[in-house]
Every structure is written in structure tokens, then in C-alpha cells.
């Protein structure tokens, strides 16, 4: 019997010690959410009226409306809740908190522009509106405002002439052009330059063919005497590897922008070596080119070669001939091989090619 009993113990009513430590653990669960349940109801806040006391206050609202509605000396007729009296008010047939409503919205100073506005008011049901618009003294809705078509005065047209070689800033703005634009030409005028031809105001930066047109009927250009000893544009002669900006704006077709784009490309490049170059500048023309050219020169003995075994990746990327692919192919064939003897050796490599040593052939030497 003894055994027996020892057997049940054993196998039933023995515990290991990870079930005694989860019997713990879920006896203290188990207490804090008796707990919490306990706190929560005594911090958990209390209805204001019980379900009792709000089915009673109903009725008593409902009772106090009929009353109202049965009573004689309640009707209903035409009123303005914006001018209605207090002793008028009582005397209609509506509720009384809406009644308190209308005269408490009124001393805060708000009124009523349309029917519905009434709505806006606490307690006013869509029953009692139903019941209260056909006696409001009010309209519909308010009528949006229709907008006035302001007619602005034309701005007066210029009177006379102006010769863009003797007109001052001010002169010029008064037919139409912008500050900026005057500026740009008085400016170029200023520099040497002087206009010859209407189209001659395309030069200035700023000034297209549509403003040119809108003033082309005040423009009048008197004949431009060239001081005695001084050449015109087309005896000009430029040598582009030694100009300046002011050399190159008295150019025909050059202003001080594309001065400043041919000055920053040749620097790129360090010097150009045949005037075609010059339609590799930005925004350059084939027609503003045609123009140029008989008037610039270069002198290739200017220009300041790399020396392409001592230059690093930064030196041959700015150039403009050179891209990422052959500069790395460039710089890899030096490390691998050693110095570059001559330049047809770089047309072993698979980004470069033939016609890429002749573009830059004169930019680069082996030394």
C-alpha cells in the first residue's frame, strides 16, 4: 500500500522545479490583474446620470415641449432672431433653451445673415429648424459676392525717338525697356561698342527679337562717325589665345557673356589651337561663328600642353576631351607599363581611339 501511495506521489503530485517556478509566475500574474481590475474600477469616472435619471430628464424635457406646443398663448409668426425682443421671444412657440440660446449668441455679438445659421446654434434640432424656417425673416443663404472686374488703363505709349548710341538709362526704360536691359546697353556702349543697325541690339544679353520688335518703331539710329585712326568691326582682328574680355566684346556679335564663355573655355583647355574651336562654346551659333571668324587668329604657341606621365586624375578631367573611361584607361596603362613614350601607344586601349589623339594631341607630351 505504501508503494502504491509513494508510485501516485511520484508521478502525480511531485513537482520539478521549472513547474514550481511557473506555478509562481502565474499565481503573481493572476494577483496583479485582480489588482489592476480593483484599482481600475475606483479610478474609472462615475456617469453623470444614471440611465434611470437620463430616461427621467427626457421625459421631463419632453413634457415641458408639450406643454409648450399645447399652449395657448405660444404661436407661431414671422420673426428676426437678429431683432427680436426678449418678451417676443417668449411668447413663440419654440423651445425654451433654444430661446436662452439665441439671446446669449446675440449678447456676444453674433447674428444671423441666413436661415441656416440657426443651426449653429446648441440644441437646435433639425425638427425645430423644420418647424421654425418658414417664420424666419431671413434669406435662403447669403448670395456669394460677385467679383468686380477691376479694368486696368492701358500703359501709355511712348512719344518721339531714341537713338540707343546718345539715350541714357532712364531714356530707354521709358520705352519699354527693363532696368536690366538698359543697363546691358548702355553698358556695351560705355565699353566702345556703338549700334549701327537695329539687329545690333540683339548683342546685348537680355534683349530678344520680341522686345526688339516693340520698340522697333521708336528706334531711330543716326549715322555713327568712327573716331579718325580707329578700325570698324570687321578690320578687328583678335588673336583668341591673348584676348581679354574687352578685346573680344568689340567683336560683331560678341557681348560681355559670350566673352566670358570663349575666356573660361580656353582656359579649360589651355589655349585654343584652331579658331573652329570656337563652336564648341556654349550657345555659339553657326551663323555667329561665320561672323567671327574672319576676325580671330590664334597662336598655338600659346597654349600650355599637360604633361600626361606626371598628371593626376584631377589635372585630366578637367579637361574637355577627356571623360572618366580613357582618363582610368590612361592612369592604369602608366601604372602597368610605366611612362607613355609617345601617344599613338595609347590606341592599344579599348576607350581610346584615333581621333581622340588628334584632339588632344596638342594639349598633352610625353615629356
Known amino acids: 500500500m505504501r508503494k502504491a501511495w509513494l508510485k501516485i506521489k511520484n508521478g502525480f503530485l511531485s513537482y520539478t522545479r521549472g513547474d514550481r517556478v511557473g506555478v509562481i509566475v502565474l ?3 493572476i494577483l496583479m490583474l485582480l489588482g489592476a481590475n480593483a484599482y481600475l474600477k475606483r479610478i474609472a469616472p462615475k456617469p453623470y446620470y444614471t440611465p434611470e435619471q437620463f430616461a427621467e430628464i427626457q421625459a421631463q424635457w419632453k413634457a415641458a415641449w408639450q406643454t409648450n406646443k399645447n399652449s395657448a398663448s405660444l404661436t407661431l409668426f414671422h420673426f428676426n432672431p437678429n431683432t427680436i425682443t426678449e418678451s417676443a421671444l ?7 433653451p433654444i430661446k436662452r440660446n439665441i439671446i446669449k449668441y446675440r449678447a456676444a455679438g453674433g ?42 488703363p492701358e500703359p501709355e505709349k511712348p512719344s518721339g525717338f531714341f537713338d540707343p548710341n546718345t539715350a541714357s538709362k532712364e531714356e530707354l526704360q521709358k520705352f519699354g525697356f527693363s532696368s536690366y536691359q538698359a543697363s546691358n546697353i548702355v553698358s556695351y556702349r560705355n565699353s566702345g561698342g556703338s549700334y549701327h543697325q537695329p539687329e545690333d541690339l540683339l548683342k546685348i ?18 549715322a555713327v562717325m568712327e573716331p579718325p585712326g580707329d578700325f570698324s568691326n570687321e578690320l578687328y582682328v583678335v588673336e583668341l589665345n591673348s584676348a581679354d ?52 587668329t590664334v597662336d598655338t604657341t600659346a597654349i600650355k600642353p599637360i604633361r ?6 584631377s589635372e585630366l578631367i578637367r579637361h574637355p576631351y577627356f571623360d572618366k573611361s580613357n582618363v582610368k584607361a590612361i592612369l592604369n596603362e602608366k601604372d602597368k607599363n610605366g611612362p607613355i613614350k609617345k601617344l599613338s601607344d595609347l590606341e592599344a586601349l579599348e576607350s581610346v581611339d584615333a581621333e581622340f589623339i588628334d584632339k588632344i594631341r596638342p594639349y598633352v607630351t610625353c615629356r
Not at 308 to 313: G, K, S
Open 27 to 29: 499565481s503573481v500574474l
Open 245 to 296: 574680355t574687352s578685346d573680344l566684346i568689340k567683336l560683331n556679335g560678341i557681348g560681355s557673356v559670350y566673352a566670358s564663355r570663349i575666356i573660361k573655355y580656353r582656359d579649360l583647355l589651355g589655349g585654343f589651337c584652331n579658331v573652329n574651336q570656337l563652336m564648341e562654346v556654349y550657345g555659339f551659333s553657326e551663323e555667329l561663328f561665320a561672323t567671327v571668324k574672319p576676325a580671330v
Open 111 to 152: 447674428s444671423f445673415k441666413s436661415k441656416t445659421d440657426l443651426l449653429k446654434l446648441y440644441g437646435m434640432s433639425d425638427s425645430v429648424y423644420r418647424h421654425l424656417e418658414p417664420f424666419l425673416d431671413l434669406p435662403e443663404a447669403i448670395a456669394k459676392a460677385q467679383t468686380k472686374k477691376i479694368s486696368r
Open 308 to 313: 600626361i606621365n606626371y598628371a593626376e586624375f
Open 205 to 222: 544679353y537680355g534683349l530678344d527679337s520680341t522686345t526688339l520688335a516693340s520698340i522697333s518703331p521708336y528706334l531711330k539710329i543716326e
Open 90 to 96: 417668449d411668447s413663440l412657440d419654440m423651445p425654451d
